[in-house]
């Protein structure tokens, strides 16, 4: 049974939040002496005011929450944040329709980082602020999401890890969410904080490292500029990115327990983040000696921008320093596979994430193991703990359907008129949240070419990616709404 009132009263304080937000670039565009200031103070006071009506017209309802009543809960929030993100930059003109603000919106607000403005270089600051908090906001909601609801969900993939974080829910999404959230908003907090300091050491202002920070540990990718990273061109910056890039889409339950116990011992013991390691580190070498191949030699090539641009995409960040469309066209395709297989799960990151392709390459090679020994009992296991085939059909339902998805909407923008590059990196760098791809939307372009309908069509995907495909496409079914 849906208990709408209680969704909608969690729904209004979420809102009412969400327009204090936007009081911040408010303030930022005031201290510049810009006027987009009372764009966000309009937004924020609609934000109130619907937030504040939903929460009083809804007091006292069932507060605690079904499975049905997360599902619904989780889909609204980020449809119904993700438009009211979309106001600011529609009241102020920074973008040529109400369809291209939601686009941007959407884009922060699920980390993916795909943009359709042009001339960022010469954008406000308040609303480049603005579209780093999306981000820093979107990114703490995922990890949220990742570790405290969607394992109760049964659909997260972080069913492994429900012991190793106080707080996770194991029988309610309340009480113990509040303790969680809070731990995870130190973690990253601290993450965060620690980035902006480096980058502003290293060279960047105050200004720049504060946005570079939300969206490199949110692992967003919108940058202040149209290079992108790119326009920095110092490679210390550069390191500092791939270093929080790279811990960004680690596992935060690992996080928390590193700096619990004080130690780093717990990140190499554990099997996902050495997949992850592991795989960054290949593709690396793959992609320099592809190029080191096609080039007859080192001539221009750099390990720091290949490994640079392996991290941006395998932890779907999607930053640039370089148009890697141009390298030997065996990197492209990697970085197009890499954006499928994503960071780790309980983090930042989008995509399949490491511990679903883990996962199903053991099932492999037990499937391979059964062939040679028909009558013998195998078992998956990580870290010495045996997976329950439930947990395995979940992760290959997922895996079945994420590509479902990505193959229909890959048709559907096709279907439009647009090229086949174009539309198939579209739909694989939205569904898995990393924003540039390849053709019209690579690192050298954008969005904004696209035709409005598929503007609309990705900003559903960015959604469905971000929330795991399940959360969204339940409430498409008609079972969900009976009793």
């Known amino acids: ?62 507060k605690s929450l079904s499975h049905k009543d997360g599902f619904l809960l989780t889909a609204l929030t980020w449809t119904v944040l993700g438009l009211l993100g979309a106001m600011p930059m529609y009241i102020s003109d920074v973008t040529p329709s109400l369809v291209d603000a939601i686009f941007e919106s959407f884009s922060g607000l699920t980390t993916t980082g795909a943009t359709v403005i042009v001339g960022l270089d010469d954008l406000s600051k308040g ?86 920070s939300f969206t490199t540990v949110a692992i967003g990718g919108f940058a202040n500029y149209d290079q992108s990273f790119g326009h920095f061109a110092n490679p210390n910056l550069e390191w500092v ?20 116990k004080r130690s780093l011992k717990m990140y190499w013991e554990n099997t996902e983040f050495r997949y992850y390691t592991f795989y960054v580190a290949a593709a690396t070498l793959f992609a320099g000696i592809s190029y080191v191949i096609v080039h007859h030699g080192t001539e221009g090539f750099s390990l720091k921008a290949v490994l640079f641009n392996i991290v941006s995409i395998v932890t779907t960040t999607g930053y640039a320093t370089h148009d890697y469309s141009e390298w030997p066209v065996f990197v492209p395709m990697l ?23 883990m996962l199903i390459a053991k099932q492999g090679q037990r499937e391979l193991r059964r062939l040679r020994h028909p009558r013998s009992i195998q078992h998956v296991k990580v870290q010495g703990h045996t997976v329950g085939d439930d947990v395995l059909e979940t992760v290959w339902s997922f895996v079945g359907l994420f590509f479902f998805t ?46 409005a309908a598929a503007k609309v069509l990705l900003c559903f995907s960015m959604v469905v990616g971000r929330l795991e495909i399940f959360t969204i496409l339940v409430i498409f079914t008609p079972q969900f709404w009976r009793r």
């Open 406 to 451: 990505f193959a229909v909407l890959s048709l559907a923008l096709t279907f439009m008129g647009i090229d086949l590059i174009t539309a198939i990196s579209a739909a694989a760098a939205t569904i898995t949240n990393t924003g540039p791809g390849l053709g019209e939307v690579g690192p050298a372009g954008n969005y904004a070419g696209l035709p």
């Open 241 to 260: 990115a791939i270093i929080f890039m790279f811990i960004g889409g680690t596992n935060y339950v690992l996080h928390y327990t590193a700096l619990n």
């Open 335 to 357: 970085l197009l596979i890499l954006m499928f297989f994503g960071g780790c799960s309980g983090s930042t990151s989008g995509g399949l994430k490491v511990l679903r392709v």
């Open 127 to 212: 609303i480049l602020f603005w579209r780093a908090l999306l981000q820093w906001l979107g990114g703490m909601g995922v990890v949220v999401l990742a570790i405290a609801i969607l394992p109760f969900l049964g659909i997260g993939g972080m069913q492994l890890y429900k012991t190793e974080m106080p707080g996770v829910v194991k029988d309610k999404l309340q009480p113990r969410l509040q303790e969680t959230a809070k731990l995870l908003w130190v973690v990253y907090l601290l993450l965060t904080t620690t980035c902006a300091v480096a980058y502003h050491i290293m060279g960047m202002s105050i200004f720049d490292a504060i946005c570079h």
């Open 1 to 62: 049974m849906l208990h709408y009132g209680a969704v909608l009263h969690i729904l209004g304080w979420l809102m009412g939040g969400f327009g204090a937000a936007m009081l911040v670039p408010a303030g930022v565009s005031l201290y510049y002496g810009e006027h987009h200031a009372m764009a966000f103070v309009t937004s924020a006071i609609m934000s109130f005011f619907i937030g504040g009506n939903l929460m009083f017209m809804n007091k006292g309802k069932v």
